[in-house]
């Protein structure tokens, strides 16, 4: 059965850095989309990083960069500069791409997800 496990959350103050790892478990497969998404009190999830297994990859924030090891079956978000807007429970998510015309595309809404990490800036 599949299922992901992320860590690496935890309390930092502002300005800080905290890398967050998202681990596959239970099969080999190397899914093509993988993902990070937080979501803060009385505010709607939202995606902050994405990244596939045909190079591209792209960040909300500047501040957060996304990255994978497939040998380890491990998604990466290592983020700097941390601010009190920051603070949210963070998942990873992953799913397969789907083939659409000549490319494949990940899809919107993700298959597998994580329990989740929190993430609290303090000022």
């Known amino acids: 059965q599949v299922h992901l496990v992320a860590s690496g959350g935890g309390s930092v103050e502002s300005g800080g850095s905290l890398r967050l790892s998202c681990t596959v478990h239970?099969?080999?497969?190397?899914?093509?989309?993988m993902a990070w998404f937080r979501e803060a009190p009385g505010k709607e999830r939202e995606e902050v990083a994405k990244i596939d297994n045909f190079g591209r990859k792209s960040s909300v924030y500047g501040r957060f960069a996304i990255s994978r090891d497939n040998a380890s079956n491990t998604l990466y978000l290592q983020m700097s500069g941390l601010t009190v807007d920051d603070t949210a429970t963070y998942y990873c998510?992953?799913?397969?791409?789907?083939?659409?015309?000549?490319?494949?595309?990940?899809?919107?809404?993700?298959?597998?997800w994580g329990q989740g990490t929190q993430v609290t800036v303090s000022s």
């Open positions: 998510a992953a799913d397969s791409a789907y083939l659409l015309g000549l490319g494949y595309r990940c899809r919107e809404n993700y298959k597998y």
């Open positions: 239970g099969t080999p497969t190397r899914f093509e989309c």
